[in-house]
């Protein structure tokens, strides 16, 4: 009985240590990533397979892209603040509401064209089969999301 | 002669039994109550879950090639768990960072969940 006690507790505490070491060493690249000081281009670096000049390359486009969104974001809300008084204060279509409905249209345009102007600049830095890899799936998730289309579904 | 040897007493308490009478009566259904005992005592015990699984790891486990195959089965299984464990939750990670990056480019994404 003990010799069978012993190889049964035994067979339990191997799988056991197998599991633990497997999944550290299996989630290693993620806590990496995690950790790195910069985990969303620590990913995109991953991801596509960037050599490190690649990378530092995109850092600096990154770096500089994102004074230009934080503004983008400032007047965004800044607008949309500015409607939501204007449709709070009437029940009918004004001139400054037409205005107001016409300027988010605009910043909303200035800011598509800034960010695809972004992830052209990124995907040529990439090689080329990874730069349309990323055009693609960056598109997917900011121009040809199917929000706001519920209706055609 | 030596009366203490074992033969002597089968002997001589068989003289005895032989001898010995009683007219004490039996109680009733004495006769039905020893028949029910001895058929109870001869019928096969149930084993219950348990007593299987440790005779099962009394005798059948400490064998060599079902010991190998056990522990066997157990690593499989460890690593086999932790293999999907883990490349699920780098997918989530992964998941979870390429959304980040889009979040910080795009001011329209709609907030997080």
């Known amino acids: ?153 | 002669m030596n009366t203490n040897e074992p033969g002597n007493h089968d002997e001589a308490l068989g003289k005895l039994l032989k001898e010995w009478r009683t007219d004490a009566p039996l109680p009733l259904g004495f006769q039905e109550a020893v028949w029910r005992r001895i058929q109870r005592a001869q019928a096969p015990t149930a084993l219950s879950v348990w007593d299987v699984i440790a005779d099962w790891i009394g005798t059948v486990l400490p064998r060599p090639a079902l010991a190998v195959a056990y522990v066997a089965i157990l690593l499989t299984i460890g690593l086999t768990a932790g293999w999907t464990q883990a490349r699920q939750e780098t997918a989530r990670v992964k998941g979870e960072l390429g959304e980040r990056y889009i979040r910080i480019l795009d001011p329209y994404q709609p907030p997080r969940q």
Request: charged share 25%; glycine share 4%; aromatic share 8%.
């Open chain 1, 1 to 153: 009985m003990k010799k069978g006690l012993f190889i049964l507790l035994l067979g339990l505490a191997l799988a056991a240590a197998v599991y633990g070491c497997v999944y550290f060493i299996c989630t290693s690249s993620a806590r990496n990533l995690e950790q790195s000081s910069q985990p969303e281009l620590a990913w995109l670096k991953e991801e596509f397979n960037l050599s490190d000049s690649e990378f530092k390359r995109i850092s600096e486009l990154h770096a500089a892209y994102l004074p230009q969104c934080a503004e983008m974001c400032r007047q965004v809300e800044a607008q949309n603040q500015r409607l939501k008084a204007l449709l709070a204060a009437t029940n009918q279509m004004t001139p400054e509401i037409e205005s107001a409905v016409a300027e988010s249209a605009r910043l909303r345009g200035v800011c598509q064209r800034n960010m695809l102007k972004h992830f052209y600049e990124v995907s040529r830095t990439m090689p080329p089969e990874q730069g349309r890899r990323y055009l693609a799936w960056v598109q997917e998730r900011t121009f040809l999301t199917s929000e706001g289309m519920m209706r055609d579904k």
